[in-house]
């Protein structure tokens, strides 16, 4: 399809393992944002990107977490040392250029940290 | 992070019923937006406003960028089964910066 896809779907780990989730934006679209969604709460932005480069990352809950864009497309996050606090579903979503685009999410990874 | 202040947390309404849900905010917003998910989907986008006063309109649906930059309301007229889902209000400073979401309004239509 041509729309923001994200893998896995779904993600189990164990507390203190280390995982990546990756996102594949629409062709074309240079700004790619992450964002988290807890159960019952709306998604929080975590960082964003123009190109490859990280425009925007205050949203970075600690150093546990970083996100990586090298080409300018595909986007991964990667968390590490992982904690029970961390399990939520993990939104991507890219917009044509960025400024006053609609940004068009991804259906999320859900990830859960036992 | 923040979150913004999302209202009713939940609806339950009986079909044909006309809906209304607000968001409110602390701090100033340059764009308000307007988004709808469905379970196991990202939020799908419903109606966008850049200017504080903005009243927007897309089918059923209508929404409003409040004059002091720090509200919105969306509404929705004769509610269809379809329409049940979890709807978002989402803050935007900038053009290109992240948003900021409210905690989601839940819609529930019984027959």
């Known amino acids: 399809g041509a729309g923001v896809s994200q893998t896995p779907s779904n993600k189990v780990t164990e507390k203190g393992k280390y995982v990546e989730l990756r996102c594949d934006p629409i062709?074309?679209?240079?700004?790619l944002y992450w964002y988290r969604q807890s159960l019952g709460q709306g998604p929080e932005f975590l960082i964003y990107f123009q190109g490859t480069g990280a425009a925007d990352d205050s949203g970075l809950p600690n150093d546990r977490f970083f996100a990586v864009r090298p080409e300018g497309s595909v986007s991964t996050l990667k968390i590490q040392r992982t904690e029970r606090g961390d399990s939520a579903v993990y939104l991507c979503?890219?917009?044509?250029?960025?400024?006053?685009?609609?940004?068009?999410f991804g259906p999320g990874t859900r990830l859960t940290v036992l | 992070g923040q979150q913004l202040n999302q209202s009713p947390q939940s609806m339950f309404i009986q079909e044909g019923e006309d809906v209304s849900m607000n968001c409110t905010s602390s701090s100033i917003f340059n764009t308000w937006l307007w988004y709808k998910q469905d379970p196991g989907e990202g939020p799908v986008l419903l109606i966008a406003l850049y200017k504080a006063g903005e009243l927007t309109s897309n089918g059923r649906l209508t929404a409003q960028f409040g004059i002091t930059r720090k509200d919105s309301f969306l509404n929705i007229s004769a509610s269809i089964p379809s329409d049940v889902g979890i709807y978002f209000c989402?803050?935007?400073?900038?053009?290109?910066?992240?948003?900021?979401f409210g905690k989601g309004t839940h819609l529930i239509i019984q027959p």
């Open positions: 989402a803050g935007q400073w900038g053009g290109a910066d992240g948003l900021t």
């Open positions: 062709s074309g679209h240079t700004a």
């Open positions: 979503a890219s917009s044509l250029s960025g400024t006053s685009d609609e940004q068009f």
